[in-house]
């Protein structure tokens, strides 16, 4: 089984998931936090890696 993971991101705002991506679960384990642009809050905010 391959080590690469999806995972979704969400909004830390409004907490809708707007990004999937993917990472090595066994290199990275920290949780992944991005600013990224949500089409809801119609801004830049961060999102954070959330449960599936």
Same mark, same amino acid.
């Given at each position: 089984? !391959? %080590?690469? %993971?999806?995972? +979704? @991101?969400?909004?830390?705002?409004? #907490?809708? $998931? #707007?990004? =999937? !991506? +993917?990472? #090595? +679960?066994?290199?990275?384990? +920290?949780?992944?936090? @991005? &600013? &990224?642009?949500?089409? =809801?809050?119609?801004?830049? $905010? ?7």
């Amino acid at each position: 089984m !391959s %080590q690469d %993971q999806l995972f +979704r @991101l969400a909004c830390g705002r409004c #907490n809708r $998931t #707007n990004y =999937w !991506s +993917r990472k #090595n +679960r066994k290199l990275v384990t +920290r949780k992944i936090e @991005l &600013k &990224k642009y949500c089409k =809801w809050c119609k801004a830049h $905010t961060k999102h954070k890696e959330a449960k599936k």
